[in-house]
């Protein structure tokens, strides 16, 4: 009834950018918060940074000064933009959106993932 489309994703040498973006389209009524996660080879999958619907940010210690999210609520899209890009960043990047949603004639809360875009950051 939702989904996530990222876009974004690619190869950057060390102290580039990337700007990555999570549409979210569907039968959605209220959107509650979107983030990004990242998930490197053989690591478990960590926040990056979420926004809340109230304009609400969290970053995780390691892309504070570095990373900035932000959202466009009438699009329901949220962006990434990765600044100063380290090896250390490379890795799988999941968009995440929780809200509520219309199901026939009710409505039903969600947390979905996208699919994932890859950043690798590289020399």
């Known amino acids: 009834q939702v989904q996530l489309v990222e876009s974004g994703g690619g190869l950057v040498q060390p102290g580039g950018s990337l700007r990555l973006s999570c549409a979210a389209s569907g039968s959605i009524f209220s959107i509650t918060a979107m983030g990004w996660y990242r998930q490197a080879p053989g690591k478990q999958r960590d926040l990056v940074a979420t926004v809340t619907s109230g304009g609400n940010t969290n970053y995780a210690d390691s892309v504070k000064g570095r990373f900035t999210i932000t959202r466009d609520s009438a699009k329901n899209t949220v962006y990434l933009q990765m600044n100063s890009l380290k090896p250390e960043d490379t890795a799988v990047y999941y968009c995440?959106?929780?809200?509520?949603?219309?199901?026939?004639?009710?409505?039903?809360?969600?947390?979905?993932w996208g699919q994932g875009t890859q950043v690798t950051v590289s020399s």
């Open positions: 995440n959106g929780a809200g509520i949603y219309y199901s026939n004639t009710a409505l039903r809360s969600f947390d979905y």
